[in-house]
């Protein structure tokens, strides 16, 4: 039934094995007797492992079974998206055809499985971040609402009240742009929108001029801020804007976290073709439960602490990012009640 189009079996099973869909054909009884590779790594079989089998007998579900019955039956052209069993993780778009003969009548099926997992995935990972930014953009959006209609119910009629609450329309304000910029430069360096402009960078002078950017910071919190590196260090191959990010949410971090008479050290070292840096802090450190998860979007240790210093949950995501898009590495040290260390590796150049 399979041969009367004219094209030859060594043709067909090249272009079938050549598929990135799995590919069976059943006859009347449900039976297999044409299965592509793909088809037989989908079901974990060896080469020739599906062939002879009967349908039912590999895909439990009862709702495959009925749709391939009812193909059978009527002729019909089937579409659907399933699992092929309730345990399964993966999810496939799958296609049943009826396979007519001469005198138009049916012979068998042929049911072409397409892989969809990884676009489910995605899917659910996006609505799941767009969840978050509106969770994220409510809540300063309820604050100012709320402090805009007490100064209309009369609060601005006292000045200092009138003040008090601009100051925090302001904060909230000021947190909403932050946010905004923040999750469009993740979304340019995740798009790869954003070229990278390589060159060498001096690390050492790259931290230094953070250092003095954010030094105003530490030393209203009366934080010690040391340098430590190598002599004659080789220059990293990197974008120097985004390294400046990277030192920036770093290095900002481990000042907001880190209790009034702290220190903060940033180290600097060469391993191999690498550059190391690193900065330390004797901040309040992270439960072991958290580190594994510190890179996320949006993840937070303390919601709260966090939104009270006018965090975002974003640094630490755009770090990694900015990161990896160097081809580097990220990584995280962290003992609770003593410290910190988050650093990241770059390219000698
Ligand atoms: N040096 C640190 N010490 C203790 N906790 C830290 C430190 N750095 C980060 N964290 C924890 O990791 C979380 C995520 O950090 P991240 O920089 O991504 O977000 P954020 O600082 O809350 O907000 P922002 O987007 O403004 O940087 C923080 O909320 C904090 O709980
Ligand atoms: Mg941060």
Redo the contacts with the bound molecule.
């Keep these: 039934m399979w041969n009367d189009g004219g094209i030859d079996k060594n043709k067909m099973e090249a272009i079938l094995a050549s598929m990135v869909d799995g590919v069976m054909a059943v006859d009347m009884e449900r039976k297999i007797i044409l299965a592509n590779k793909a088809a037989e790594n989908i079901f974990h079989t060896t080469p020739g492992g599906l062939v002879g089998r009967v349908f039912a007998d590999l895909v439990e579900s009862r709702e495959i079974n009925y749709m391939l019955q009812e193909v059978l039956d009527t002729g019909r052209e089937i579409f659907t998206e399933t699992r092929l069993s309730c345990y399964s993780l993966s999810v496939f778009r799958l296609h049943i055809v009826a396979v007519f003969g001469t005198k138009q009548d049916i012979q068998g099926a042929v049911l072409a499985f397409h892989d969809i997992t990884d676009a489910r995935k995605f899917d659910q990972m996006r609505s799941e971040f767009v969840a978050n930014v509106s969770h994220e953009l409510r809540t300063p959006l309820t604050a100012i609402k709320g402090f805009v209609e007490t100064l209309l119910d009369g609060a601005l009629e006292d000045k200092l009240l009138c003040r008090r609450f601009l100051t925090i329309i302001d904060g909230e304000t000021n947190r909403l742009t ?2 905004i910029d ?1 999750l469009l430069s993740l979304s340019a360096i995740e798009s790869k929108e954003r070229r990278l402009t390589l060159k060498p960078i001096h690390m050492p002078n790259a931290i230094l001029q953070v250092v003095n950017i954010l030094g105003p910071q530490a030393a209203e919190k009366s934080l010690r801020m040391e340098m430590i590196t190598q002599p004659g260090l080789p220059p990293v191959n990197a974008d120097e804007d985004l390294v400046g990010q990277v030192l920036i ?2 290095i ?3 000042i ?3 209790p009034d008479g702290g220190r903060v050290i940033v180290r600097v070292k060469r391993q191999g073709d690498r550059i190391i840096t690193s ?1 330390t ?1 004797t ?4 439960p072991e439960e ?1 580190l594994p998860r ?2 996320e ?7 709260a ?3 009270e ?11 990694k990012h900015i990161v990896e898009s160097h081809g580097g590495e990220v990584f ?1 040290e ?1 003992t609770l009640g003593k ?2 260390t ?1 650093g990241f590796s770059l390219w000698v150049a």
Excluded: E, M
Aim: zero cysteines; charged letters at 25%.
């Design positions: 932050r946010l923040d949410n770093l900002d971090n481990a907001k976290y880190t900065v802090d901040g309040p450190g992270i958290s510190l890179f979007r949006f993840y937070r240790v303390d919601k602490r966090s939104r210093l006018g965090g975002t949950g974003l640094g630490l995501a755009i770090v995280v962290s410290g910190s988050f």
